[in-house]
């Protein structure tokens, strides 16, 4: 071992005398940074199949059809509190409440009868914001400055009144996506 331990001390000597502890941490930085460019060019195989044999994990219940699940299909571009758990429905703004003028739309999926749909979502304003159910699905979502399509747009701001507050959004069907 005496013959190992010689090795290491006289190539750690040599390394020193040629390097200095700054140009060794700029070298590990670089190969630090270096590998975490590339790390995201490795084969991945994303799509797939589950080797055969392996246990299926617990199914999660299919909330796609409950109302008041953020996971109901009417919810994929949603960004709000649920109007059915504030007191309104899917399609009425609950009492005390008025529907904003202006709104944002989605294409959503119905997985009961395979059919896409426009689902025009209106905020609810004139109470203060309701706190049950917060939903936040953004498929489809556009920036701000396309705001029919965004949902991070303050749409209680085009009612009657100035400065009336959020309370809730419903979900409304408006027509068959073609």
């Known amino acids: 071992m005496r013959w190992l331990d010689s090795l290491t001390e006289s190539s750690t000597r040599a390394v020193a005398k040629r390097t200095s502890r700054r140009g060794f941490l700029g ?3 670089a190969l630090l940074v270096g590998g975490a460019a590339t790390l995201p060019l ?3 195989a994303r799509g797939a199949e589950k080797p055969a044999g392996v246990a299926k994990a617990a199914a999660k219940p299919d909330n796609s059809q ?12 949603i960004d709000g509190y649920l109007c059915g758990c504030c007191g309104g429905s899917q399609n009425a703004c609950p009492p005390g409440t ?4 202006v709104t944002w739309v989605g294409t959503c999926h ?6 896409d749909y426009v689902v025009s979502y209106n905020d609810c304003c004139g109470k203060s914001t309701c706190g049950r159910c917060l939903c936040n699905r953004n498929e489809r979502d556009t920036p701000i400055y396309i705001p029919f399509q965004s949902n991070d747009y303050n749409w209680c701001s085009g009612s009657s009144k100035a400065n009336i507050p959020y309370h809730c959004s419903t979900a409304r ?4 996506a073609k």
Do not use: F, K, M
Request: aromatic share 6%.
């Open 66 to 77: 409950d109302p008041t699940s953020c996971e109901y299909w009417r919810h994929c571009a």
């Open 42 to 44: 490795l084969p991945v």
């Open 98 to 101: 008025e529907q904003s003028a």
């Open 27 to 29: 070298s590990l930085g």
């Open 173 to 176: 069907i408006v027509a068959v």
């Open 110 to 115: 119905n997985p009961a009868d395979g059919r």
